[in-house]
């Protein structure tokens, strides 16, 4: 079956979707003539699905996709620059939730948009796994605690850096200082090899992140999760992560317990030119 599926009775001919394949897919064989799939380039397409969207038409379909048609947006029903803007500006991160639940099926919505961040050549590696229960949410604490016990015994520097000793002692006092007591937690993660796949999950989840706030959820990046993931297999297996795979991303989620009413300040990046290179130095956070 060809990767791309064109209808010629809504074909216009233009080629606007034979000039904007990444990888020259399409070809077409004579001036006014429905484009159709390079003969030797069909194991080429990644579905990345440029050639449906600049189609005026909606005369292309993607065989990976089941013939679904794409989606029609016009310009005038984005958001303006100014939304966008307050939109990333005014996130924070949450570590005080309600303890209104969240659902995995909430939570799945806003996976399925993440999945139309950028990945590298359109792989889209990332695969989730999400605890929507404040009880699974502390097994996971409890076993990132154990692997924090167990970097704090044999002495491991990585233990005395981020001062670990002390999150396992206020853990055990019931300050759950690890996973805030959130409701939900979703953990990103992708193989190992591939194309850029800790890019890709990290970009994929700063996407969830935004998307979760435009909803009026709360999120936390949860830190010691994905640190606890990258060294101890049994984090990696209570979260379901197969062999070859690595988390690289983990936001906590719920509903906010605080409300945020101001937006403050960050230091603005410095230009500096050199030898005809514009450097924007950002300023370091001082404590």
Request: net charge positive.
């Amino acid at each position: 079956m060809l990767p791309v599926v064109i209808d010629a009775a809504l074909c216009k001919k233009d080629e606007l979707c034979v000039h904007e394949c990444p990888l020259s897919v399409l070809t077409v064989e004579e001036k006014g003539t429905v484009p159709t799939v390079h003969p030797k380039k069909a194991g080429y397409c990644i579905n990345c699905g440029h050639c449906m969207a600049i189609c005026p038409t909606g005369a292309i379909t993607l065989s990976a996709f089941d013939g679904r048609q794409a989606t029609p947006f016009a310009k005038e029903n984005l958001p303006e620059p100014d939304a966008v803007e307050g939109l990333i500006k005014s996130r924070r991160s949450i570590r005080k939730f309600k303890k209104k639940p969240i659902t995995a099926t909430e939570i799945g919505e806003l996976i399925h948009i993440s999945a139309y961040a950028p990945s590298g050549h359109n792989a889209q590696p990332v695969s989730w796994t999400v605890l929507d229960t404040p009880k699974k949410v502390h097994e996971l604490g409890e076993v990132v605690v154990e692997w924090m016990q167990e970097m704090v015994r044999q002495k491991n520097p990585l233990a005395e850096k981020l001062f670990l000793a002390g999150l396992v002692n206020a853990w055990k006092k019931g300050n759950d200082v690890i996973c805030r007591n959130a409701p939900a937690i979703a953990v990103a993660w992708a193989p190992k090899l591939g194309i850029t796949p800790q890019a890709d999950t990290v970009i994929a989840t700063n996407t969830l992140e935004l998307a979760a706030h435009a909803r009026g959820y709360g999120t936390c990046w949860a830190g010691y999760v994905v640190l606890a993931a990258a060294y101890s297999p049994k984090v990696l297996d209570f979260l379901g992560i197969p062999e070859g795979h690595m988390a690289h991303g983990a936001l906590f989620l719920g509903h906010p317990a605080v409300k945020y009413r101001a937006i403050p300040p960050r230091h603005e990046a410095v230009a500096e030119e050199i030898d005809g290179k514009y450097i924007f130095k950002a300023k370091p956070n001082t404590h």
